[in-house]
């Protein structure tokens, strides 16, 4: 087994130029959620002609795509890809090195694909993580429906094998009211902004009363029209993040009555939007992360304490929720720099950014090669997705 990871480690190597080259093209490029066609375009492409068979808008999402080898009959392992940018600072969350360690890590088992235990490898690309809830649709559309286990990693300014997620969902709130001239007949008004105001207000005295790891944030996205109009429509968005799905669903509830409440103060009627389209907390799977990390050192990264105050979301942990799956860190930039900055945008593409994507790509390969030559493995880690330890 060794000596093929040590083809594998090879093959990545020889890639290394290639891979850090596409990287580069898709940070260059930035496209936003379900408009990543040319990073789509490229993955494809690099995929396909190293061996892999590839469908293109997958799931009925299309960006999306499925590349797959298979050796025969056994297990089923994924290794996903995210290609989406952010409006304003392009790729200040790193997918374009997401992409390229995916891409890099199936390459490198295409390589020693004579070599490789019988099973099915899919590199799966899922568009639109940053907001779009991509991954949800992916998950509804099929996708994942005969993947046993899947992983992917995230840059980060260290190596964390497991960093927990918070569950999101997001709720619009619409005020309606009544216009009036703000001076001459103010009476005659109802203040739709009001509501708004007093919602933020309800929601701040909520925030005192909820579990520390919760997270409840807005804005309002509409705030009336002119100053000397009582505003007679206003509106705002917020989200809603736990760590626990009951949790979040309950503190949910929770922020709705503040809205509630602010409606019946100002007299104002509320239209209530729940959006379909929640992230859900991160799944852990031990046998997972115990495969990774013992090929984490194999190839030298050091594993740094899990962070347990600084948590985000994302919809793989949708993913982890339906099968057994993992997202570990990489240390892409330099200790210290946030994600969604303009900092983390340049550390994308830096000499850091390289050596971690082709330590990561390396070590998804053969996190892979170790649960297909070992079906238990893959069991065990199914144990732990139906009982967590
Ligand atoms: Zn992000
Ligand atoms: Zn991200």
Redesign the pocket.
């Known amino acids: 087994m060794s000596a093929v990871k040590e083809l594998i480690a090879a093959a990545v190597e020889r890639l290394g130029d290639d891979l850090e080259s596409l990287s580069r093209r898709i940070h260059d490029n930035p496209e936003l959620g379900y408009q990543e066609v040319k990073a789509a375009g490229w993955l494809t492409e690099f995929l396909e002609t190293r061996g892999f068979k590839v469908e293109r808008g997958v799931g009925g999402v299309e960006t999306a795509f499925r590349a797959a080898i298979e050796t025969g009959e056994g297990p089923t392992i994924a290794i996903l890809c995210?290609y989406d940018a952010l409006p304003a600072i392009g790729h200040a969350?790193?997918?374009n090195v997401?992409a390229t360690a995916g891409a890099g890590a199936g390459a490198a088992l295409a390589a020693v694909r004579d070599r490789l235990p019988k099973g099915r490898i899919h590199v799966i690309g899922t568009p639109a993580?940053?907001g779009g809830a991509g991954k949800v649709r992916l998950i509804r559309g099929g996708v994942f429906k005969d993947v046993d286990a899947a992983m992917m990693i995230?840059?980060w300014d260290k190596w964390i094998a497991h960093q927990d997620l918070l569950g999101i969902v997001r709720v619009t709130f619409e005020f309606t009211g009544k216009a009036a001239h703000a001076a001459a007949d103010p009476f005659e008004g109802i203040n739709a902004l009001d509501a708004v105001i007093q919602t933020f207000n309800n929601i701040s005295m909520l925030r005192q009363q909820v579990r520390p790891d919760a997270r409840i944030h807005g804005i309002v996205t509409s705030g009336g029209a002119a100053p000397n109009i009582i505003p007679e429509f206003a509106a705002a968005l917020f989200y809603v993040r736990a760590k626990s799905l009951d949790y979040m669903w309950q503190l949910q509830k929770r922020v709705i009555a503040c809205a509630e409440g602010a409606a019946q103060a100002s007299g104002c009627t509320l239209k209530v939007i729940e959006h379909d389209s929640a992230y859900e907390p991160m799944k852990r799977n031990e046998t997972l992360l115990d495969v990774f990390r013992a090929n984490m050192q194999r190839v030298g990264a050091p594993e740094s304490p899990e962070v347990k105050d600084r948590l985000?979301s994302?919809d793989v942990g949708n993913v982890s929720q339906v099968i057994p799956t993992i997202q570990p860190l990489v240390k892409i930039a330099p200790e210290g720099t946030p994600?969604h900055s303009c900092a983390f945008e340049a550390a994308a593409v830096s000499p850091l950014a390289r050596e971690g994507m082709l330590a990561a790509a390396k070590v998804m390969a053969m996190t892979t090669l170790d649960l297909l030559s070992d079906p238990r493995l893959v069991e065990r880690a199914q144990q732990d997705f139906r009982n967590p330890r």
């Open positions: 995210e969350c790193g997918h997401i993580e940053e995230h840059g985000g994302s994600i």
